[in-house]
């Protein structure tokens, strides 16, 4: 029966291994997961804030709550921002996982290529719903 030390050894993830220098792209991938994480943690918690304890909490989140809110192009940015922020860094943390534990290079390259798609198709959206959004259409 293998030990666990030994089967540690044999998987362990690419992170974890001394005798490789990091690339220039993955000093910057670790240097904007630490800022993009604490940005969004602000930012979160004003969206928090906003939405759920000021005035009547999340009673008052309707359509027309959004209207108005979306009439600013400060909200707008401040919304646009934080799912840019959240998918970026989500992806980019879903990048390393498939990295440090996808072995097969091609199943590593079919994943890749999927979740660069996925996060380009939400953002596209996300950015197409910001941009388009019309509160005068909803009565």
């Not at 540690?8 to 490789?20: G, N």
């Not at 220098?21 to 969206?47: A, D, K, N, T």
């Not at 921002?81 to 534990?101: E, K, Q, T």
């Amino acid at each position: 029966m293998a030990r666990v030390e030994d089967v540690y050894r044999k998987h362990k993830p690419a992170a974890f291994t001394a005798d490789q220098r990091p690339s220039s792209f993955e000093i910057w991938s670790w240097f904007f997961m630490r800022i993009s994480g604490l940005i969004l943690l602000f930012l979160v918690l004003i969206h928090l804030y906003v939405m759920h304890l000021v005035g009547e909490g999340v009673d008052q989140v309707d359509f027309a709550f959004v209207s108005e809110r979306w009439d600013n192009v400060g909200w707008k940015t401040f919304d646009w921002l934080m799912l840019f922020l959240a998918l970026l860094h989500g992806s980019n943390g879903l990048r390393i996982v498939i990295n440090d534990y996808v072995h097969r290079p091609g199943l590593r390259a079919g994943l890749k290529a999927s979740l660069y798609t996925v996060t380009t198709v939400l953002m596209i959206m996300g950015t197409a719903v910001l941009v388009t959004f019309d509160g005068s259409a909803g009565g």
